[in-house]
């Protein structure tokens, strides 16, 4: 069946521009998470839906990150103002109910920020 | 101090070795342990659960030290398709997000 699709696969913007990255999740699976990975560093926790709520946003590093998830599936990571240090690759997973831990992860989207 | 924390490597091996990794964990409290695979500019996958117990999967044994706070990972037989960088990852109390570790890198050659 079809995995986690995220995207873009690749999004270069300028510093101080706005920008949205998208994750579809595996279908049914209620449980949504992003994470965000640097080079040579494991994913790091951003923020975890249950359904449409959030109900972990503890990793979101500042209030220029955001994300949404209104109807349960689909799942928006918007980034306002980038900064250069934003540059990573931003990683989506899903899993079937908040109590599963095993995550199915998107390929991600690797942002540049120049 | 990292909550997880793993040698980096990378662990350079003939084809046919045997190889294990360590990670050490900060939080005495930990529920849930992982090892997880990543691919070259690939997604992580999950390769194996850890139990107290310890268990296998066919070439990979993974085991759990609760007292040392350790988990381990040991590749038996090499193949060169096991090249990878293998992620120590951790469920902390009250968490659904895991913690991961920087990975370990692991290059089998011929």
């Known amino acids: 069946g079809a995995g986690v699709s995220q995207t873009p696969s690749n999004k270069v913007t300028e510093k101080g521009k706005y920008v949205e990255l998208r994750c579809d999740p595996i279908s049914g699976h209620t449980a949504l998470y992003w994470y965000r990975q640097s080079l040579g560093q494991g994913p790091e926790f951003l923020i975890y839906f249950q359904g449409t709520g959030a109900a972990d946003d503890s990793g979101l590093p500042n209030d220029r990150f955001f994300a949404v998830r209104p109807e349960g599936s689909v799942s928006t990571l918007k980034i306002q103002r980038t900064e250069r240090g934003d540059s990573a690759v931003y990683l989506c997973a899903s899993s079937p109910h908040g109590g599963s831990y095993e995550q199915y992860f998107g390929p991600g989207t690797r942002l540049t920020v120049t | 101090r990292k909550e997880v924390e793993q040698d980096p490597g990378p662990f350079n091996v003939p084809e046919g070795a045997t190889v294990a990794f360590n990670c050490t964990y900060s939080n005495s409290a930990s529920q849930s342990f992982f090892w997880y695979r990543q691919d070259c500019r690939k997604e992580p996958k999950l390769l194996m659960s850890?139990?107290?117990s310890g268990n296998e999967d066919g070439r990979f044994t993974a085991q759990l030290n609760r007292a040392s706070q350790y988990i381990s990972l040991l590749i038996r037989d090499s193949k060169l398709s096991d090249s990878a960088t293998y992620l120590c990852v951790v469920n902390l109390p009250g968490r659904r997000a895991l913690t991961f570790g920087s990975g370990t890198r692991l290059q089998v050659q011929p």
């Open positions: 850890v139990y107290s």
